[in-house]
C-alpha cells in the first residue's frame, strides 16, 4: 500500500472513529434522559410527593420596617462521610403521632371507677381514700343519621260552606324536584358524596341501606340528574358573576367519557370508555365563585370562545389556548409558579443538583407572598405599603432566577432543561402576579378537589 492510499485510509478511520465518539455521546444523552425518566417515575411511584418549602429559609420579615438585602440559605452540603453536616429541622414539629381534640366538639362524660371489693386497701384493710382524677378524651363519631320530617298540615274552611272558597292549607317549603321524597338535605349530601367524596351511587345506597332505608342506585340517579336539569338553569348566571370579575383563575383537567354501549355489543359491562374529554374550571378569587366547562376534546378554541369578551387578569399555565384567548387587549395573562416549580422540583428529585437553587428561589417567593398576606390580615401595613414591599422584593428574587436560568446551559430534553425553558417561555407572565396584590404566584384555587381524582363521567345515550 502506497503512502497515498495509506493516508486515505487513515483518513476514513478517523472519520468512522469521530462518527462513532458522536453516536456514543448521542447514545449516552439518550441514556441519560431515559435514567432521569425512571428516576422520576420512581419517586412518584414510592417517594415523598411534597413540595413543601425549605426549611432553612431565611425570615425576610423579622423586622418589616427595615429594608435587608434577601439571601438564598442553601442546603447544607454533606460531609466527606455521607452524613449531612447541620441536620435541618422538622417542618412541623408538633406532629408527633398525637393530635388534639377540639374543644368545640360536644363531649360525652362517661364515669369508670372501681368495684367495690377493690376499692379496698390489701394491705390496710381499708377503703381507698379518693385523691382526684384524670381525665382522656377519644375522638368518636356517630354513624349516619337518617331521619324522616313529618309536615303536619293544618285544614281551614270558611264558616259559610255555601260560599264554595274550597280548603285552605299553607304551602309545603320550596323543593326543586316536584313530588320527591327526599328533602333537599338528602339531596345535598347524595350530591356531595358523588361529586366532591367520588362515591358511587351504589355505595351510596349501601350506606343509606346500613341505616335501614332502601333507595334503588336508579333511584338517586334520578334524583341526581333530575337537580342537574334544575341547577343549570343557574349556571348562566353564575357564568356572568365568574366572568365579570377582576382576576380570573383557569385550569383544565382530562377526564374519562364513558357512554353506553350500542344494542346487540357484546358487553361485560354497561358502559366503554371511548373518549378522554376536558374539564375546564374558570374561578374568581375575588367573589370565591367558580364554575366548569365539560367538552369532548381540548381545542383551543375551548377558552378563546369562553374568554372572548372578557376583560382583566388571566391566570393559567400557559396552556396555548389561554395564549390565544390573551392576545386579546383586554386581557392580561399571568403565569403560574406552582405549574414552573413542579417541573424543577421534578428535576430535583432526581438528584441533580443544579435543581435545588431555582426550588429554593421559588420557595423564597412564596415566603414573601405568606408575609405579605399575614401583615395584610393583621392590618398592621396599608395595601399600598405592602403592594410595594411585595413588589420590591419579589423583583429582586425573580430577577436572580431568570438571570440564573438564563446563565444555565443543559440539554433542552433533560428535566432541568424542560423546566428552565418552560420557565424563560413565559417569564413576563410569571413576573404578572405582582401587578395587583388581590393575586397569588399561582392559580391554584382553579384546582378543585374534583381535579385531584377525577372520576369518569357517563354520557348519556
Known sequence: MNSENLLKHINELESKVSYLEDVLKLREREIDLLKQALSLNRHKLFGRQSEQSHPELPNLFSDIQTEVEIEVVLPAKPAADGKSIDKPKRLNPNLNGRMDIPENLPRKDVYLDLSEAKKICPVTGRPLIR???????????????VYAIRYHIPKYASPDRRAGLGIFTPDLPPHPLNRCKADVSLLAYIIEEKFLRHMPLHRIA????????????????????????????????????????????????????????????????????????????????????????????WKNQHPVNMLAHYTGFLQSDGYRGYEKAAQSENIIQVGCWAHARRKFFDAEKISDPEA????????????????????????????????????????????????????????????????????????????????DIRMTPDNNFAISPFFENPQPLKIPA
Open 356 to 435: 435545588g437553587p431555582f426550588v429554593l428561589l421559588i420557595n423564597l417567593l412564596y415566603r414573601i407572598e405568606h408575609h405579605i398576606r399575614d401583615r395584610l390580615a393583621a392590618g398592621k401595613r396599608s395595601i399600598e405599603e405592602l403592594s410595594e414591599i411585595r413588589i420590591r422584593r419579589t423583583t429582586r428574587v425573580m430577577n436572580r432566577f431568570f438571570e440564573k436560568a438564563k446563565s444555565t446551559l443543559l440539554l433542552p430534553k433533560s428535566l432541568l432543561g424542560k423546566a428552565i425553558k418552560y420557565a424563560l417561555n413565559h417569564e413576563q407572565e410569571l413576573r404578572n402576579y405582582i401587578l
Open 206 to 297: 349501601d350506606k343509606l341501606r346500613d341505616n335501614g332505608i332502601y333507595v334503588a342506585p336508579s333511584t338517586l340517579n334520578d334524583w341526581v340528574s333530575d337537580t342537574a336539569e334544575v341547577l343549570e338553569e343557574l349556571h348562566p348566571s353564575l357564568r356572568q358573576a365568574v366572568l365579570e370579575s377582576e382576576i380570573l383563575n383557569s385550569d383544565d383537567t382530562p377526564i374519562d367519557m364513558l357512554i353506553p354501549r350500542g344494542k346487540g355489543q357484546k358487553r361485560k359491562t354497561s358502559t366503554q370508555t371511548v373518549l378522554s374529554g376536558r374539564l375546564w374550571c374558570y374561578y374568581s378569587p375575588i367573589s370565591k365563585l367558580a364554575f366548569f366547562e365539560f367538552t369532548k376534546d
Open 131 to 145: 385523691i382526684g382524677e384524670d381525665i382522656t378524651e377519644q375522638l368518636a363519631i356517630k354513624p349516619l343519621e
